[in-house]
């Protein structure tokens, strides 16, 4: 198996991102790789008291965003395009409990020029499906990734765009 750990940083700018920015010291710092042999991006997680909905369980928005986080990087690291989120539904399985380790898996499903699909699903430590999501994204080009960004496209990130 080949894991490659996926930052922000590697791109070329700096990110304040709610769900994976390390940094954030309000975000949920989810930690993201790319298998390249399986072909997603995966991330284990457990999150703790500050994040709960109900008194033992993770607060359902929460594990929305990082479903959502986990198809983006996967249109990014294996789709190889910049994307946002336009359409999405969800479905949840069963309880992701506070404090207990979980992973979440996301894969591209379908890439078109204008629009990507994408799904992702969160599992226990049993392997049990605990939620899950489907995606539309809308691929972004050099010109919208760099309003996105902001007006310093990273010579990475602009690099990355132009291969593409």
């Given at each position: 198996m080949s894991v490659i750990a996926i930052h922000n940083e590697d791109w070329g700018f700096e990110s304040n991102c709610f769900v994976c920015e390390p940094k954030n010291a309000h975000g949920l710092r989810v930690p993201f790789f790319h298998d390249t042999d399986a072909d997603i991006v995966f991330a284990d997680f457990e999150l703790g008291r500050e994040f709960s909905g109900a008194p033992s369980l993770v607060h359902g928005g929460l594990l929305l965003a990082v479903?959502?986080?986990?198809?983006?990087?996967?249109?990014?690291?294996?789709g190889h395009r910049w994307a946002v989120t336009v359409e999405s539904s969800a479905k949840f399985h069963g309880a992701v409990y506070l404090d207990k380790p979980h992973r979440v898996e996301?894969?591209?499903?379908?890439?078109?020029?204008?629009?990507?699909?994408?799904?992702?699903?969160?599992?226990d430590r049993k392997e049990r499906i605990r939620a899950e999501a489907a995606g539309t994204l809308a691929v972004l080009g050099e010109a919208q990734a760099t309003r996105v960004i902001g007006d310093n496209l990273g010579s990475s990130a602009g690099d990355y765009l132009k291969q593409q």
């Open positions: 479903l959502d986080e986990a198809m983006a990087w996967a249109c990014i690291a294996i996301a894969r591209v499903a379908a890439s078109g020029e204008e629009r990507m699909e994408a799904t992702a699903r969160i599992i």
